[in-house]
């Protein structure tokens, strides 16, 4: 069992910067952790990966703006976002996976707003 807890999230203007961590109660340094948001009205998309190897796979929409990265000593996974966009504004949620045993965690959700 995984409990994850997210944190970081606020308001920001737009050009601006926020660093999103999610620290896990137990060992997540096996699992495949991600990053996923939802917007009002919006399903949830996934955001970024990254394995517990440290590989990163990014949505197009955020390639270029927002890092992913894992202290996996700490049990913890963060998201730089910088250059941050008004459709950049959504709850973002920590997700936790693991296919064998399977596993799969997800965070209460920290809320980012980007607006002037």
């Known amino acids: 069992q995984v409990q994850l807890v997210e944190s970081g999230g606020g308001l920001v203007q737009p050009g601006g910067s926020l660093r999103l961590s999610c620290a896990a109660s137990?060992?997540?340094?096996?699992?495949?952790m991600r990053w996923f948001r939802q917007a009002p009205g919006k399903e949830r998309e996934l955001v970024a990966s990254i394995t517990s190897v440290g590989l990163t796979n990014y949505a197009d929409s955020v390639k270029g703006r927002f890092t992913i990265s894992r202290d996996n000593a700490k049990n913890t996974v963060y998201l730089q976002m910088n250059n941050l966009k008004p459709e950049d504004t959504a709850v973002y949620y920590c997700?936790?996976?693991?296919?064998?045993?399977?596993?799969?965690?997800w965070g209460q959700g920290t809320q980012v707003t980007v607006s002037e």
């Open positions: 997700n936790a996976f693991r296919s064998f045993p399977y596993g799969a965690y």
């Open positions: 137990g060992s997540s340094s096996e699992h495949l």
